[in-house]
Every structure is written in C-alpha cells, then in structure tokens.
C-alpha cells in the first residue's frame, strides 16, 4: 500500500490508501487546472548530531532524522496555475498506531504551513500534504517521515585517576591526563531515544552553543554514550572541567563542572624547542584561519596537539608573522617563550610562556637597544625593529635559559646577546648578502655543538655553518661572515618548500632535525635533513 502512496499510484486504491490515512487522490476536473504541491520541509530539519547529517526522509527506504525538544513546522511550496486561492491539507501518522492528523493551511505567498500536535516522545511519524482549490485537487507530496525525542540525556557524569575530583593527583600541571565522561539517553515508555551523539568539552573555559556534534570542543560519543579525552591543565591549582552532552535529536544535557587540583611540577622537563612543557620540541605553523598550530616534533599526524587563537596574535592573527622560540626569561618553568615579529613592523613581540603554550597572558613588547644600554652602539643603529629582514633564535649562549637573538638587517646578520637583558649587540657580517638566504637556528646538538643553517632562496641549497667556541669558553661567529662559505648539506627549493625551519633535536637522537612545508601544505619532518615522513596535509 505505501509504495502505492509514494509512487502517487492513488485511483484504484483511494478507499484502502484513506482508510489508512492518506490523503484523498487528486479529483478529476479537466476544466480546472490542479495546484502543484511541491518542497515537503520540516523545520528544523530531522537529522542526526552525531553526523551532522540532515534528511527529510523522503526517499523510499531512507531512515528518518530526529527531531527533539521544540516545535517542529511542517512546511510545503504551492503553485496554483490559474492564481486561484488555495488550502493545503496536511495528514500526519503515527507509525506505531497508524493513528492521522489531518490539519488545513491556507497557502500565503505560494506556501503553507503547519505545527502538529501530539508529537509523542519516541515515536516515528509519517507525513504528507496537498493543495486543493475551490475547483480541484492536487496531487499529495511523497510521504517523509521523522523521528521524535525530546528527552535530553541524563546521569551525566565525569571521572578521572590522573586528577581526580578528590585526593592527590597522579599528574602534574602542564601533563596530559584521561577523563572518562559518561551519560545516558534514556528511552522513554512511549517509543525509543536517539542516544548520545557527543560531548562538549571545555577546561577553564566558556562552552558554546553548536546545533550538531561538529565544532571546537566537540568529543564524539562511542556505542555505550562514553567518551574518553586527554586534557592538559595548563595551571596549576583548580581547574574546572565543564562538560555538556548532546543526542541525536540535539537536546543537550548539562552542563556539570567538574573541579580539580593540578600540581606545580617539581622537575618540569627541560627541553629546548618545547612550549608546551611535555618535554619534546614543538613545530608552531599558523593555520588557514590564522590560528597558531603547536605539533609536536614527533607527532605522527598533523592534529595539533593545542591551537592558539588567531585574536591572541599580536596582529589578531599569527599569519604573515615570524615565530622564533628558543629559550625564555627563566621567570617560570623552563619552557620557550614565543618571539612575534612581522616584516616591516616596528614592534618585537615577547610572549611570556607562564601557561604551557597557551600564551594567554599576551605580549609585552620588547625594546631595541640604544646608547643607554649600550654606550658602543654603532651611531646609525636603528632606532626600532622595522629594518629586520628575518629572526632566529640560536638558544642560550651560557647556562642560562636566555636564547640568542640573530636578526638580517640591511643584508647583514646581527647578533643579540639577549633580547631581554642586553649585554652586546654585534655586527657578524659585512658582505650584504644574507637577504638571499632563508636563516635556520637548529639549536644546540646533545654534545653541547651550535651551528646555524641558511637555505639560498636563489637555488634551493641547504648550508651549515658552525659556531665552534674559543679559548675562554665564549662563541666564534667567524663561519657566519659569508653566507656562500656554509657547507651544502642538501636542496630544499623554495618552490617546493615555502618553509623551512627547525624543531631542534625533534625525534631524540642527539642531532638537530629540520621541517618543511610543502606548496600543498604537507608538514614534512626529518632525521637531520634526510628521509623525510610525510604527516599529511596542514589545516
């Protein structure tokens, strides 16, 4: 019978198709021409969270979407070819009972439409409408259908071993922990739930509203209603963990807080290159939207394991911006601070790292050195940043944690002893040449070992040059006066990889290690500069 109904096959079974409750086949009125009825629509559309698919349920054999807690309009498109006034009449089944609703509209503005009632919690339900003047009847819509839950998930709850709402936490701020979130979406007596779809997850934060599972902080649901997430407090002392849940309907739950301790690290991992305090160094590339990506060094993938906003960019973007990290001011745990810098810009941002990569606090802006802290600077120094080609950071020179700051200026590198307690400004080379070459600061080799790496924009060609130490212990700069001088290492042309830097000692071994970004923003890693893997393509 219903493929008779979908099919419009209506005259040799209208009086079984009514009692079923479908809707009357179309009168014969050869002198009145019959209105079109068209673009059956329930609003909001049936789906399903979990996906973020949506369907009206149209189609022969299609499974219906949900709808949960609210109205829901049925809507239908008229088109009366004789502008005669028109009624739409809607019929609206329980699948379960085989029970109909008939409703009438009036068609405005070449629509009609209708909000049913007793929609019963579980329950699928059939629908169908069609036009009809004065004069004649149009054909009915195929049947769509939907399904109804209005009853949000319950019993939601969260747990956790690595920092546990009561007693001592197993791990320390700026660790990853696991979090166990449970909930449950009870069928009701009337018919069946739609089952949890997601959670939203946010640690020291404000949750958002999403229509669907899809969307920062959205953590998928397994077939049990559970979801595991592994979270990093970024400090230390009470955290507070809020958690909502969602179905399938898009009814939401919550939210719960859920209250912790984290505890300040007593041996925080010293690593150079890491500015999320796990110990490995950390590759920082902007994404599409100009958010700043922080991937781990040994990552697999290209999932970033946190994201800064683009508004915390000194700019309200990190695009288009230089980033060095390669030491800090050792006011906090020893992690990078982050240098920000755009070509042509006066300023040199320092993002102080108090919060494991989170660089929430936002920057201070670092000063150039003049006469006052420097009684020998040249009489032309430059006043502010705005001559600065390029930035590296080559790491601490001595045993504290303050990195070396080496800038192109005029085609000349620069070096600064630190940016933060300036001791001396030096002048490296002469030769004017160093704009042509992208300038890599792959840090410090286990053996205690400093080089610096070029790439010549001209011709792809990778350079080392080393920075062997003197007598008394200070560094010898002499290898970095020409940049042609270096040791070609390997070809990395610029069309091929827009970017090129260095993580450090990115994969353990001793050696410093190189990264690329290829034209099709692939994020490439590599052993030292060779055997390069592929982690796939970039946001």
Same mark, same amino acid.
């Given at each position: 019978?219903?493929?008779?109904?979908?099919?419009?096959?209506?005259?040799?079974?209208?009086?079984?198709?009514?009692?079923?409750?479908?809707?009357?086949?179309?009168?014969?009125?050869?002198?009145?021409?019959?209105?079109?009825?068209?673009?059956?629509?329930?609003?909001?559309?049936?789906?399903?969270?979990?996906?973020?698919?949506?369907?009206?349920?149209?189609?022969?054999?299609?499974?219906?979407?949900?709808?949960?807690?609210?109205?829901?309009?049925?809507?239908?498109?008229?088109?009366?070819?004789?502008?005669?006034?028109?009624?739409?009449?809607?019929?609206?089944?329980?699948?379960?009972?085989?029970?109909?609703?008939?409703?009438?509209?009036?068609?405005?503005?070449?629509?009609?439409?209708?909000?049913?009632?007793? !929609?019963?919690?579980?329950?699928?339900?059939?629908?169908?409408?069609?036009?009809?003047?004065?004069?004649?009847?149009?054909?009915?819509?195929?049947?769509?259908?939907?399904?109804?839950?209005?009853?949000?998930?319950?019993?939601?709850?969260?747990?956790?071993?690595?920092?546990?709402?009561?007693?001592?936490?197993?791990?320390?701020?700026?660790?990853?922990?696991?979090?166990?979130?449970?909930?449950?979406?009870?069928?009701?007596?009337?018919?069946?739930?739609?089952?949890?779809?997601?959670?939203?997850?946010?640690?020291?934060?404000?949750?958002?509203?999403?229509?669907?599972?899809?969307?920062?902080?959205?953590?998928?649901?397994?077939?049990?209603?559970?979801?595991?997430?592994?979270?990093?407090?970024?400090?230390?002392?009470?955290?507070?963990?809020?958690?909502?849940?969602?179905?399938?309907?898009?009814?939401?739950?919550?939210?719960?807080?859920?209250?912790?301790?984290?505890?300040?690290?007593?041996?925080?991992?010293?690593?150079?290159?890491?500015?999320?305090?796990?110990?490995?160094?950390?590759?920082?590339?902007?994404?599409?939207?100009?958010?700043?990506?922080?991937?781990?060094?040994?990552?697999?993938?290209?999932?970033?394991?946190?994201?800064?906003?683009?508004?915390?960019?000194?700019?309200?973007?990190?695009?288009?911006?230089?980033?060095?990290?390669?030491?800090?001011?050792?006011?906090?745990?020893?992690?990078?601070?982050?240098?920000?810098?755009?070509?042509?810009?006066?300023?040199?941002?320092?993002?102080?790292?108090?919060?494991?990569?989170?660089?929430?606090?936002?920057?201070?802006?670092?000063?150039?050195?003049?006469?006052?802290?420097?009684?020998?600077?040249?009489?032309?120094?430059?006043?502010?940043?705005?001559?600065?080609?390029?930035?590296?950071?080559?790491?601490?020179?001595?045993?504290?944690?303050?990195?070396?700051?080496?800038?192109?200026?005029?085609?000349?590198?620069?070096?600064?002893?630190?940016?933060?307690?300036?001791?001396?400004?030096?002048?490296?080379?002469?030769?004017?040449?160093?704009?042509?070459?992208?300038?890599?600061?792959?840090?410090?080799?286990?053996?205690?070992?400093?080089?610096?790496?070029?790439?010549?924009?001209?011709?792809?060609?990778?350079?080392?040059?080393?920075?062997?130490?003197?007598?008394?212990?200070?560094?010898?700069?002499?290898?970095?006066?020409?940049?042609?001088?270096?040791?070609?290492?390997?070809?990395?042309?610029?069309?091929?990889?827009?970017?090129?830097?260095?993580?450090?000692?990115?994969?353990?071994?001793?050696?410093?290690? !190189?990264?690329?970004?290829?034209?099709?923003?692939?994020?490439?890693?590599?052993?030292?500069?060779?055997?390069?893997?592929?982690?796939?393509?970039?946001?």
């Amino acid at each position: 019978m219903l493929s008779s109904i979908r099919s419009g096959l209506l005259a040799p079974a209208a009086v079984v198709a009514l009692a079923a409750g479908a809707l009357g086949a179309p009168a014969a009125n050869a002198a009145a021409p019959a209105p079109v009825t068209t673009n059956p629509q329930a609003t909001p559309a049936p789906g399903f969270a979990a996906t973020g698919v949506r369907t009206q349920g149209c189609e022969p054999g299609e499974t219906p979407g949900w709808v949960g807690l609210g109205d829901v309009t049925l809507g239908v498109s008229v088109q009366s070819p004789d502008g005669a006034a028109s009624t739409a009449r809607f019929s609206v089944r329980d699948e379960r009972t085989g029970q109909a609703v008939k409703t009438t509209a009036p068609v405005t503005g070449g629509t009609a439409a209708v909000k049913p009632g007793n !929609l019963v919690d579980g329950r699928t339900f059939a629908w169908q409408a069609q036009a009809l003047t004065a004069h004649a009847t149009g054909r009915p819509t195929p049947w769509c259908s939907f399904r109804v839950d209005t009853t949000p998930p319950s019993t939601l709850a969260v747990t956790s071993t690595d920092f546990p709402a009561t007693g001592t936490p197993a791990k320390y701020a700026g660790q990853y922990g696991t979090f166990t979130i449970t909930g449950t979406d009870k069928a009701p007596a009337t018919g069946a739930a739609s089952g949890v779809a997601c959670y939203q997850v946010v640690l020291q934060g404000t949750l958002g509203v999403h229509q669907d599972c899809h969307g920062a902080n959205m953590v998928p649901a397994a077939a049990d209603g559970s979801a595991t997430v592994r979270l990093r407090p970024a400090d230390w002392g009470t955290n507070v963990l809020q958690v909502q849940a969602m179905d399938n309907a898009g009814n939401v739950a919550g939210p719960l807080s859920y209250t912790f301790y984290a505890r300040s690290n007593p041996n925080p991992p010293n690593t150079p290159g890491d500015v999320n305090g796990d110990g490995v160094p950390d590759i920082l590339l902007p994404d599409a939207a100009g958010n700043l990506q922080v991937i781990s060094a040994d990552a697999t993938g290209t999932t970033p394991s946190s994201t800064v906003p683009a508004v915390l960019g000194p700019w309200g973007s990190w695009a288009g911006s230089q980033l060095v990290h390669r030491g800090s001011d050792g006011s906090h745990a020893p992690m990078d601070d982050l240098l920000a810098y755009r070509p042509g810009g006066t300023a040199l941002y320092d993002y102080r790292n108090f919060d494991y990569g989170v660089f929430g606090r936002g920057a201070m802006l670092l000063d150039r050195p003049d006469s006052w802290d420097i009684p020998d600077l040249p009489a032309d120094f430059p006043a502010d940043w705005s001559n600065v080609e390029q930035l590296a950071e080559l790491g601490p020179l001595d045993d504290s944690s303050s990195s070396a700051l080496l800038t192109v200026e005029g085609g000349n590198l620069w070096l600064f002893d630190s940016p933060l307690a300036y001791r001396t400004v030096r002048q490296l080379s002469t030769t004017g040449t160093w704009s042509g070459y992208d300038v890599i600061a792959p840090g410090k080799a286990a053996d205690g070992s400093l080089a610096l790496w070029s790439r010549e924009k001209a011709t792809g060609e990778l350079r080392s040059y080393p920075i062997g130490k003197n007598a008394d212990g200070t560094y010898d700069f002499a290898a970095l006066a020409d940049p042609a001088g270096g040791t070609v290492i390997g070809s990395f042309p610029v069309a091929d990889y827009p970017t090129l830097g260095s993580s450090g000692d990115g994969n353990g071994d001793g050696k410093p290690d !190189l990264y690329a970004v290829t034209a099709a923003r692939h994020l490439l890693t590599f052993d030292g500069v060779t055997a390069p893997k592929d982690l796939g393509l970039l946001k």
